[in-house]
């Protein structure tokens, strides 16, 4: 079955650097495009960066340009989110997502989320 799993959270201080992971497996992963949000305690979801499936093309939110970079190996079946310059406003739990074709459905996936605090 389709699955992400997220990995690299933790917390750092303003002005640190993390390197979030998003493993795939069950489906063409090299197919479909990538994209990483971020949800905060009390705010909804928020658009972080997107990857097209062969990575050619990338978009990022104004929020992150410029500090993080989206990723991916296809060989590896890996997408990752680089994030520069970190502030205590990037705090989120972070989980990358695809929406994968399923018959004659499009259905949304994403990871289990994982978290980065950015605190002095």
């Known amino acids: 079955q389709v699955q992400l799993v997220d990995s690299g959270g933790g917390s750092v201080q303003p002005g640190g650097s993390l390197r979030l992971s998003c493993a795939a497996s069950?489906?063409?992963?090299?197919?479909?495009?990538l994209t990483w949000y971020r949800q905060f305690p009390d705010k909804g979801r928020e658009f972080v960066a997107t990857i097209s499936h062969r990575g050619s093309s990338t978009n990022y939110a104004d929020s992150v340009k410029g500090r993080f970079t989206i990723s991916r190996d296809n060989g590896k079946n890996m997408a990752y989110l680089q994030m520069n310059f970190l502030r205590p406003d990037d705090t989120a739990v972070y989980y990358c997502?695809?929406?994968?074709?399923?018959?004659?459905?499009?259905?949304?996936?994403r990871g289990q989320g994982t978290q980065v605090t950015v605190s002095s």
């Open positions: 997502s695809a929406v994968v074709l399923q018959g004659s459905d499009w259905t949304p996936f």
């Open positions: 069950g489906f063409a992963f090299g197919d479909y495009a």
